[in-house]
């Protein structure tokens, strides 16, 4: 009996089904890395506040400020919570320094008003004692996101040195005043 050494028609249809294996998984690798490289991407790519509206934020908080007979310290934080610009008004409290800076960081990190942050922290609130986390929160008025005009959050903003009424009002001030530039 005569055995074939190599079956020419089988090895082709083999050879083809695994050219269609290899095919599909190329395709599924090239739409998982679409998939993934277009979250990364997007992840990545933050809408950051620049140095020159963070300033005008400070300024126009502090000037806010004055007109309220208020001295305050005021802070302007990054999309990344990173300290962007600051200024303590002349004779402003020391202790209220980093109440400011924390409450800026604070409304970032949560995309949320300090005080509205607040009622969710009372005792029996949903995120009680949330204070404690992160190095130090703050939860009471004076910490508001910044916005731009298409509505993205690129920073925040916090005062501190008035009554809570006071901070939420200048500090709501100097994040509004961006949209007017």
Do not use: C
């Not at 090239?30 to 997007?42: C, E, G, P, R, Y």
């Not at 300033?55 to 990344?80: H, R, T, W, Y």
């Amino acid at each position: 009996m005569k055995r074939k050494l190599f079956d020419f028609k089988s090895h082709t249809s083999i050879s083809k089904s695994v050219e269609k294996k290899k095919t599909l998984k190329y395709i599924q690798f090239l739409l998982l890395f679409l998939i993934f490289a277009s979250t990364i991407t997007k992840a990545q790519t933050i809408t950051d506040i620049t140095d020159k509206y963070a300033l005008s934020a400070v300024l126009a908080a502090k000037e806010k400020a004055e007109s309220m007979d208020v001295l305050v310290n005021i802070a302007v934080v990054d999309a990344g919570a990173n300290l962007k610009a600051f200024i303590r008004m002349d004779n402003s409290f020391l202790g209220s320094i980093d109440v400011a800076i924390k409450k800026a960081k604070t409304s970032r990190y949560f995309n949320i008003d300090t005080g509205d942050l607040g009622k969710l922290t009372q005792p029996g609130g949903i995120i009680y004692n949330i204070e404690l986390s992160n190095n130090g929160l703050v939860s009471f008025p004076g910490g508001v996101p910044i916005t731009n005009k298409e509505g993205e959050i690129i920073g925040a903003i916090g005062v501190s040195g008035g009554t809570i009424e006071e901070d939420h009002k200048i500090a709501s001030f100097g994040a509004k005043s961006i949209l007017k530039n």
